[in-house]
């Protein structure tokens, strides 16, 4: 999931995991952050009082959320290189730009790592959806 902020606190990351169990079509059991100054006590509290556990991962150990950096990878050498020398100085198409390039990634995209499936297809093929 991608959302755009006009800062990083605790208040939009608590906004932000909001928005992405709404979107979620299962019910979240752990969320797993680092130590930055957005996933503080409130965040942690919130994510508590949702029900759901809340984990940090260890100081300098980014290897510990592999999924979300290599997410970011992709993002910065697919998403952001194609903007390269575009500026978009309206957020309303930025964020309409960053909802294409998230369906692209989730629905059309293939992964390596899921064998040449989609997320789309893999999360079916999990719940057993696909045949």
């Not at 169990?21 to 797993?32: G, R, T």
Request: hydrophobic share 35%; proline share 4%.
């Amino acid at each position: 999931m991608l959302k755009i902020y006009d800062s990083n606190n605790q208040a939009n990351a608590i906004r932000f995991v909001d928005y992405t169990l709404s979107k979620l079509p299962f019910q979240a059991e752990v969320i797993q952050t680092d130590r930055g100054s957005g996933f503080g006590s409130q965040f942690h509290w919130h994510v508590l009082d949702r029900g759901i556990r809340h984990v940090y991962i260890k100081p300098r150990r980014p290897q510990l959320s592999g999924k979300v950096e290599r997410s970011h990878r992709i993002d910065d050498a697919e998403f952001y290189r194609m903007l390269d020398g575009v500026i978009i100085d309206n957020s309303e198409l930025f964020v309409e730009k960053i909802k294409e390039w998230e369906d692209f990634y989730n629905y059309s995209r293939p992964h390596s790592t899921l064998q040449g499936h989609t997320p789309y297809e893999r999360f079916r093929e999990k719940v057993g959806l696909m045949s």
